[in-house]
């Protein structure tokens, strides 16, 4: 049974609806066998969002949006995205069938372009979206009108844009509940905003249906170079837009203020804060976990972690609670900085003589 | 619990060993949207092996193998691999803390060599490896005598070597079993017919434990171009190795006899059938299936589905049957082939121009 069919009555969903599946959800647990030992910790967990079908969390909200285009009969499924969004848009518009046109942020890596091209979905890249404030509020605006015409909404994986599809992704902390062992702390990697929020709401709505053990912690970490709601948590702030995104860490570089306001309270609410993390810490921790953790993440993936350590060093965790880091997009996706070290051999005497020096 | 934790007991496991985990294994079982109804069949699933940690069924493979490399401390891990079975050793040796070395099959596809060097393994590729039989044949003889040296054995995903981590594939057929909802028919893509084996003994084990519903059909599925045992299942002779495998399909070109002689004899006993299908005719259903069911398969892994069509040419499939096809790789593995088109746009006005166009 699909996540979102198993945690149907959890989700507001119309009765007869029917809910599209490639087989989103239900992702690994995993105990840190490296670094949560190394960090001091007990008990940290990999929630593996990587090994959703098209390798991101956003099959969740992908799975939802179509359902909903599908039941509608939208003519067509319009989307922003800076490769995720609309890498699982594609796929689940192939099923719905639905045409899928994309207006990609400028600069989304090649490995997310492949995917959706592969799906068949129609990209338009857009000169400065996603990176300069005010052009990227004009083209949101220009797209709804676009939408509007066809009408149907934006596809923007953000609560303010579609609170319906959103809820797909709350099925993250349904699961995490589900195990008998909900965590004290969730680390959330942080761009608009939309998935810290669905973990926080998840957790508030299966507190409200089952009697929860105690309240998680829902934490945002952000790379520092966008900085629209991290801070603002830490001080109790309202979130607010940054003039020129600088992270290099793609799907994180977002300036605009999407579901920032909401995420301030309601992460304020769950007793969690907001971090902040250096790109080049982000990328070294993106190759601890796939040398020392097995688990190959795209470097926005890896962002959970930088913030775990930061809240470790900042003495804001009890080392023996429960903490997952949410790891949310897959390494195939952006594997710009990879160049493998291959060693071509044309005789087999020289592999033995190699081996034997190691 | 891990898939290989939870049919322990159909596997043949020393009751003190430690399993690793990734996460493998527990992929979903989707029902197709279009194709099926396409070709006329009223119940046909996809098993997506494509959603395993590292991409492919090996995982399940190589969650055994370092499990048993760790309990045995081995100080090595020795392979040889067309990537998929690289990726999957050197995911899981980061977990079992042991040295990954992998002999790599001439030509293994730049987003293999990626994931395999993101997990830190050792890489050597060998000339003519995997396309020669005979340099291929003394290759592995000479690995085999390193691997000695090391009191180890070498890692390939193949009964005849290491038979005791290939029980890890098994699994596969438990959990088709397990939903309670046996097929008639599976069809399987084969180089080496290791994962056919698999499956067909994961069938047979699992109807000895259980009360089986009826027998499952193991149809093993071959490029034209490396027909070891396609053809001799179907006339009944014994597997044969190719001079020169002229398949372009990576994962597939092995031209030696691994697993062949059991494939033939076991595919056989389960009234399954073996089929060819051509390198042109895989490439089209590997596009068809990202394209209307939303599924990014490797090329290797769309073959299942190739086989399938020829089976119901041919007349050998009861359209009432429900029939699984394995996809066996994810297409972020191989994407030599796609060239993602993308329409650059500066000036948010052309992107409505080209919308309303259309």
């Known amino acids: 049974m699909s996540t979102l069919q198993k945690y149907r009555t959890l989700l507001e969903i119309p009765d007869e609806m029917q809910l599209l599946t490639l087989g989103e959800g239900h992702t690994p647990l995993v105990r840190s066998r490296s670094i949560g030992p190394d960090l001091g910790l007990k008990n940290l967990f990999f929630k593996l969002e990587t090994l959703n079908p ?95 015409e066809y009408n149907t ?79 603002a948590i830490r001080n109790g702030k309202r979130a607010a837009p940054v003039d020129k995104s600088t992270t290099t860490i793609s799907g994180l570089q977002v300036p605009s203020i999407l579901d920032g306001n909401d995420v301030v309270r309601e992460v304020t609410e769950t007793g969690g804060n907001g971090y902040l993390v250096t790109d080049q810490r982000i990328m070294e921790w993106q190759e601890s976990l796939a040398r020392k953790e097995g688990i190959y993440a795209e470097p926005a993936g890896a962002v959970s972690v930088a913030g775990l350590e930061r809240a470790l060093q900042q003495g804001e965790i009890n080392v023996n609670d429960n903490v997952v880091c949410i790891i949310t997009g897959h390494g195939f996706k952006n594997t710009s900085a990879a160049k493998p070290e291959v060693v071509h051999i044309n005789e087999f005497k020289e592999l033995k003589k190699l081996l034997n020096k190691l």
């Open 54 to 148: 098209t390798g991101s969390y956003k099959d969740r909200f992908a799975a939802l949006a179509l359902s909903g285009l599908l039941a509608d009969r939208a003519p067509i499924c319009l989307a922003t995205s800076s490769g995720n969004t609309g890498a699982a848009l594609a796929a689940y518009s192939t099923i719905a069938n639905i045409p899928c046109h994309i207006a990609l942020i400028d600069g989304t890596p090649m490995g997310k372009l492949t995917q959706m091209y592969a799906h068949g979905a129609h990209l338009w890249m857009l000169k400065d979206f996603g990176k300069d404030v005010k052009k990227t509020d004009e083209i949101f605006e220009g797209l709804k009108g676009i939408a509007r």
């Open 153 to 231: 909404g934006i596809q923007v994986s953000a609560f303010s844009t579609q609170p319906f599809a959103m809820q797909g992704v709350q099925t993250i902390s349904y699961e995490l509940c589900d195990r008998g062992n909900q965590p004290q702390d969730v680390f959330v990697p942080a761009g608009g905003g939309g998935l810290t929020l669905a973990i926080a709401r998840g957790f508030q709505k299966w507190s409200l249906a089952h009697k929860a053990l105690h309240t998680t912690r829902v934490h945002c970490v952000q790379p520092e170079g966008n900085d629209t709601m991290a801070s």
